[in-house]
Each structure stands twice: as C-alpha cells, then as structure tokens.
C-alpha cells in the first residue's frame, strides 16, 4: 500500500531479513552487542538510565 | 461472522516494570478492535512474569540483556523468534540494543525505533517521530504513553491490514487483567470483610525522592487508622537499603503515645509490615483487594492502572504525569513533601465519597482540622479523569481542594495539540482545551513575545518553502538527473546552499524562543528521515516538510491567539492542505 505522506509514516515496510547480505547481518548483530556491553557496563556503574538512551 | 485472517504481532519491551505494564495495556486495548491479532513479545527481566500472566499474548520470550554472556548467547535466545516472520514488529522501547533487534527480526511492517542498514538510527513512524522530536529537545508533551502506543498501532493496522471491529466502550482496565493462580489465603483479619477497607503504602527505594520517609509513613497510618475502624493499613517495606520495620514501628510508637489504650491495642489487627519480597502472583493478588494504593514506584502505579485500582501518586512536581502517570479515571497524585501535606492530602482522598472532589481545602478542613488548611494549600493534590474523544480524547490531571496551574504546562498541551493535528488530523476546541487554564495564570507579554516570532519563523518557512518549490521544478524538468548541465549543476547548488541558510535561520529562530523548539526539533528529525537518492522526491519532501511546518507554525498562533484573547473556539484556519490518510477517521480512537 503506497504511504499516505513522504514525512509522516505509520509504518515502515521491511526489507526483508533474508535479503540482507551477511554483511550487513554481521553489522546490525555487532551494534545490538555493542549496545548490550554498554548496557551491562551501565549496570555495573549502577546506573538507572539504561533504557533511556533515545537521543543515540 | 466474518472470519478475519491472523495477523501475526511482534512486541518488543525492554523497559522496565512500569513500561511493560502499560505496553500491556495498551495491546488490550488494540485487540478489541483487532481480535485477530496474534501477540508474540519479546521482553526484559523486569516484565517478563507480566507478559507471561496476560492471557492475550501467546508466547513470550525472554531476552535479559544483563546476563547475556556471548554474542553465541544472544543468537540462542533469539533463535526461534526470527524463525518465521511477522506481520508487524513494534518495538515499544527506547534502548539502543531494542533498535538493532527490531531491525533483525523478520517483519513486513515495522514501527518504533529501528536502525538503517548502514547501522544509524531509523525511525519507523510519524509517532516515535513525535516523541523523538520532544525526547531530543527535553521537551514536556501531554498524551499519555499508553494512549501513544495503542493509537500508533491502531493507525498502522487500520492503513495497512482492516478496518477495526466495531465494539462496545466497556473500560480496558479489569481485575481479570492477569491469569492468578491460587497462592494461599492472605491470613489478616477482614481481609474476606468485603465491606473492609485495605490501604497499601509502599515504603521502597523510590521514597526517598519523595515524602515517604519512615516518620511521615508512620503518621500518615495513624491518621488513615484514626479517620474510620473499617480500614486497614499494609505497609510494604521491601527494600533492604535502609527504610525498615524497626524506624517505622518505633515511630509509630512515637505518635501513638498519647492516643488510647483501646486504638493502641487495635493498630494489632489493622496495622501489618510485610518487608518480604512477594512473588508475582501473589502481589497481584495484593493488590487487586485495596481501596488504594499509595506509592512513589513507577512499577506498581502501572501495574495497579491495569487492575483498576485506585492509586495515590506521591510525586515530585517534575514528573510529567500526562505522559506516565497512572492511567484511569479517579486516581490521585500528591505533590505533598512534608508529613502534614500528606497527611491533610490523605484525608481529603479519604473523604472523597462525602465531598466528592467539589469542597476546598479550607471548606473541608475548616472545622475539623483547622490546623492542615495551610500544608493542604502548599502542595498540589491532583486527581485524574479519561477525556471522551470530543474533548481531546487521553488521560487528564486536574488539581483538587485548589487551583493553582503552571503555566509551563500550556507548551506540553499545545504538543498534544500538534500532534493530534498533523497526525490524527483533526483540531480539538481550543477554547475546552485551554478552559483549564485560569486567566490569572496567562502572561500576556510572554505569549505576545512568543507571537512575534512564531511569525519570523513562519516567515522563514515560507522563505525555505520558496526554495522547495524552485528546487522541483527545476529538477522537474531535467532529462536525466545522472547527466546535468554545468548551468543546471550550479542552479540546484545554488538552491542547496540557501536551503542550508534557511536551515541555520530555523534553528536559530527556534533557540531564542524554547517555546518553539519542537519545529526546529521535528525540521532535523523530517530531513534526516528523508530518504532517496534521486532529486525531485527529496524536492517534493522538502516541500511537504516546510508546508507541514508552517501549518504546524499556524496552530502555534491560533492557540496563543486563543489563549490571550480567550475569545471563543475557532477551528484553526487551514493555510495549506490537509493531510489526508487512506480512510477512515482517527476521532474514535481515543485521541
């Protein structure tokens, strides 16, 4: 279904996950590790804010 | 009857337990107009015995980010869920870890936060849009969490899948919202009395950022206890970071000292302390019995919205309640930070059933307890009330006993009223919306300095608006937009570069005044999400981008027009096109 605007999206269809190449599997899986090793640091440092991380 | 066919949903949750009990309430709310929906979730430590106990949502994995040792760790636990894809992934958090996982499991639609295949942040739609505009620039919005996530989904289904199934208004909250297993009976006397009264105050490490302290709790039993013999109190004390039943049972010596051996021998068999930790099903259980629930904890306040009990917010003045507040009608938030605050905000709750909300402070207290006239006064005492649609839909915080109202709340409203406008389509009545507002509290010279540059803006947009439209149809007619002349190169360069000053021009405009931040806020986040790499759809979004801008501008003056003048409601005037969806009208969906 074609998007009713260019700006406001409810929505966005999906490349699909078995068209990535492995590559870019490879990348988006060392970011979410990254991301958790920042997370259990953040713990350790006894910070709340874990999850308040929008502005990245 | 026809039979729909399943759409099957993926949530991501990784927040903590307040977040997950309102994403819950949010997804009950959804499947009453979409009872097809099939709802997989993918969920933190902190909401997985949530998740797993609502009957609605069929499988739950859990992901624990904190105890995950290997990349090897984090493929296992995610294995069978980017098994078979989904229809829609929605992923309902805020953590970056959340970002790269909605991007790796398997859907044809996504929305929430995303990544884009080079790994920068992706934003799937126009309602994380919002929220990230305001998020980026710390600014206070008025809808309500929940109300965000169930109307983000429901405009994604009804675009893209079916129209919603008519039904009944019955309330989303229930004290059947959980599976409850049986756990042994709670043994206090009158707890099976049902014309008995049980109140919690939970004492835990979010009290020490509000009034709930041991001494203040202590008093606050002994008024509750003193105020009707059909009322019991529970404290729950669970932490084990320094509140503890040993202060709290010595205070509460402390202040009976002088009242009767007959009330001193009762507070036995109607004052309990429970400092261990309980388990889930039977906190619910807990819970679902109390008159009300009176907490600091983000956690709990959530959980009790979802089984309809009443609860009493003891708060800072800086939560912003609209937006993660307890959501339902009738619950309380207190501002009170001292023990005679609360305690004169507790009996006026107390009382409610014979004053019902509409008696003053000093009307109430007047002849009985004169003394709590002044502390009631000091603090706000705030009470909520779901707004049917025609009033602007959402969840509201009124003040009770007072009037006081803080004009810094007048931006947050017209964010809500932003976002209904460019995003449901329609514009409440300025006049009902800003009827709360006492006139007393308006600075008018604030709000004309506010005027006169909404209007430079306004004038800038309209300049970068210009530029668009030059942009497009100069790009329009090109042959090829991979083989340019040297005179058509330096033209769209030219464009290009003036773009770019209108842009500094904007964030300027928008740094004198933080009223207007949200526009500059939203001109970053619309460009950034604009993705092509061919010239004349980047011109025609750039051109939707200012034209949406300066409609939004618009409504930027209208409600301060209508706030300085409080002359009666106009609509506010459409200088450019309406935005128009699919089908269908969003009125009916609570905002």
Known sequence: ?56 | MEVKTPIRLAILELGGEAEASQTLISLKAVLKAFPNLEIEAVVSKSGYELFSSAPFIQKVYLFDTLTIDSKLDAVTELESVLERPYKVVFNCSVSETSSYLTTLIPGTLKLGYGRHLDGTLAIYDAWTAYTHALCQASLKQGIHRIDILATQLLTCLQLHFQDPVENSELPVSTKSFFQTKPDGPMELPNWHTMSHKWIAIELDEHSFSSALDEATVALACLELLKSSRELSVIVLGKTPSGLNEAIFMSEIERFSKSDSQEFKKSLKTRLFYFSKHFSFQRRIRLVQRLSILITSHPGSLALASALGVRTLHVADSQVVLAQCGAYGNGHYVTEANTPDALVAHLLYLQQEWRHRGLLHFNEFFSSTRPELVKPAHSKRLLKSRILPAKEGGGVLYETVGQEPFQTSSVISIFHSVLARDWLCSWVPDLTKTLASIPSHEVQPQLIRDCLDSAQVLSQILSSGLGISQQLHSTVSQLKSENVMSMLDIERVQGFAKELRKIEELIHRACSIRPELAIFSSYYSIFFNELESHKLKPLAEGSIEIFETLIRGVSLFQSFFETLLSHKRATLVPTRAKILRFDRGSKRERGL
């Open chain 1, 1 to 56: 279904m074609k998007e009713s605007s260019q700006i406001f999206k409810f929505g966005t269809f999906s490349e699909s996950a078995k068209d990535f190449t492995d590559e870019v599997i490879q990348s988006l899986f060392e970011g979410m590790w990254q991301s958790i090793i920042k997370e259990q640091e953040a713990e350790r440092h006894g910070s709340q804010d874990a999850d308040q991380t929008c502005n990245t």
